[in-house]
């Protein structure tokens, strides 16, 4: 395959293919970040493993991705974006393979993980950046679309997938599942994927890579940790402390190194800074809707982890029409009015949620995740679009791995604090009966705990165990609602900043 450069003029005639295989990869990055979740009750069995380590089975791939990303962008410009891919997909492939048949402890799943993590850092930007450089201008919007489509329903694929693999086999089906998906998209992409880099040579800056690499690690190392350890925490404020020290130097740096990793000029630009917010608070909104979802359908609702990962379809359903037709009304009305509507959307379906109770019908939340879906599309494709227009090819995988780093902290963020939000108003809400005060430090911090116990008690013959449950799931309830009105919240500002900041994009003289 020709090689495409920053200067060339002829796009590949099988882009489109191109932009298919890209897709598959960006898949199998999105849904590791949430296979494992539906797994972890069979896999703390198996292992025998205790809530720290489950913990740090799911922290450790989120920390190495996104602590990585930008390097990993910047290795893709400098070397090579199509082997990135390739790289990255064989480190997830034989990570996963590994895990599936030699794995016996729970530190060898972690390490495995964060294995998983790194190649997946690899993958996630050359995507992205390989679809920037082979789709001429007047293309991209829709490309872009569908990428951020596919990157939008991974998610939920891996839900799905999760709750497939552990109900008919074993949790090391959650992990051998990736591996002929992977083995087709290398063998595809070895073939029609062309190879593309910065042609400017310029050499990679090491010390702003391992000052993004500290920084970003810590930051996410503080937000994914807060939550179970106290805000307060002495490790927390440390890690918070060291992010923000690395970070400032970084951009210190940036500023003397002739070569920099990430060009600060790039954030002077409104459409590349405000697409970065808007894509992290969109995350924001969507990881901490999902994360409540998977206990509301199973705990409440009594759904298995398949049922309620099914549960989550009519969220893709409409995010993908919406994410991939944007470009179209990107044209028509102008991107800042596609994603103020879309954020507004989003706010709307949250508020809407907020009237949910725990006997609701199905068929309204159905209703409430199609509308979040179609908002969530509208936001996320113009926005990677905005953020992917505004650097220069050279620095398509830079620009990619930036873009992807914050959707990293704002799903992070989402998690930890519509988390906590949710612990909040559970704790201060749930009714212990007095026959269970023995277990109500072990019921106010833990919902899944509370629903156990209180099943235990009923199976003793002990009617104040169905007091238990419902004042759990009553509760529960209340919190996820206290917490969708925050998330709300979030969108509502997001949209306003948009509006108010970003400004519209210059049609006139588009490719034809």
């Known amino acids: 395959m020709d090689e495409v450069n920053s200067n060339h003029i002829d796009y590949p005639k099988n882009r489109w293919l191109v932009l298919a295989v ?78 599936a048949f030699y794995a016996q402890n729970s530190t060898e799943v972690i390490f495995a993980r964060a294995t998983m993590g790194l190649g997946a850092a690899l993958v996630m930007p050359s995507t ?11 293309e991209r919007g829709k490309a872009i679309g569908i990428w951020a489509a596919m990157a939008g329903i991974g ?101 003397k190194v002739e070569y920099p990793i990430l060009p600060l000029e790039f954030f002077k630009n409104q459409k590349f800074t405000l ?37 989550f379809f009519p969220l893709p359903m409409g995010l993908m029409p919406a994410a991939a037709n944007s470009d179209k009304l990107v044209a028509k009305f102008g991107r800042p009015n596609v994603i103020t509507t879309g954020l507004v959307l989003v706010s709307a379906g949250l508020f809407l949620f907020t009237m949910v109770e725990v006997d609701t019908n199905y068929w309204q939340i159905a209703a409430t995740f199609v509308l979040l879906g179609v908002g ?15 650097i220069p090819e050279s620095k398509a995988g830079v620009g990619s791995a930036t873009n992807d780093a914050s959707r990293e902290i704002g799903g992070a963020l989402g998690i930890a604090i519509g988390g906590s939000v949710l612990n909040e108003i559970y704790q201060s809400n749930i009714s212990i009966p007095s026959s269970a005060s023995a277990n109500s430090q072990l019921i106010e911090s833990s919902f ?48 306003f900043i948009v509006k108010w900041k970003m400004p519209e994009d210059d049609y006139s003289n588009e490719e034809e």
């Open 22 to 99: 890209l897709s598959l990869s960006l898949v199998i990055v999105m849904l590791n970040n949430v296979t494992l979740n539906v797994a972890l009750p069979e896999l703390s069995t198996d292992l025998e493993a205790d809530n720290s380590e489950l913990q740090w089975i799911m922290d450790s791939y989120a920390l190495v991705f996104g602590g990585t990303l930008l390097v990993m962008g910047a290795l893709g410009d400098r070397f090579g974006r199509k082997g990135a891919l390739q790289i990255g997909l064989i480190i997830v492939g034989c990570a996963s393979a590994w895990t």
């Open 128 to 138: 992205l950046s390989v679809v920037l450089v082979v789709f001429p201008p007047n």
């Open 376 to 390: 969530m599309g509208l936001t996320m494709a113009p926005s990677t679009t905005a953020i992917m227009d505004a």
């Open 155 to 255: 998610a939920p694929i891996g839900l799905i997938l999760g709750g497939w693999a552990v109900e008919n086999y074993n949790w090391e089906m959650v992990f051998l599942i990736n591996v002929p998906i992977i083995i087709f998209a290398l063998i595809v992409g070895a073939i029609i994927v062309p190879r593309s880099k910065d042609q400017n040579q310029r050499p990679l800056d090491a010390i702003g890579a391992i000052l993004s690499v500290v920084s970003l690690a810590s930051l996410l190392y503080g937000i994914i940790e807060g939550p179970s350890l106290g805000w307060y925490d002495s490790q927390v404020l440390v890690s918070f402390v060291i992010a923000i020290v690395f970070g400032f130097g970084f951009v210190l740096w940036q500023r």
């Open 448 to 495: 899944p705990a509370a629903i156990k116990i209180g099943s235990e008690m009923l199976a003793k013959g002990n009617s104040e165990g169905a007091l238990l449950i419902a004042s759990a799931k009553d509760s529960f309830v209340e919190g996820m609602i206290g917490a969708c009105i925050v998330a709300g919240c979030v969108a509502l500002i997001a949209a």
């Open 275 to 311: 697409g970065l917010v808007a894509i992290a608070l969109a995350m924001f909104v969507m990881f901490s809707f999902m994360f409540m979802q998977m206990l509301h359908f199973q705990l409440v609702r009594g759904h298995s982890a398949l049922s309620a990962a099914i549960r």
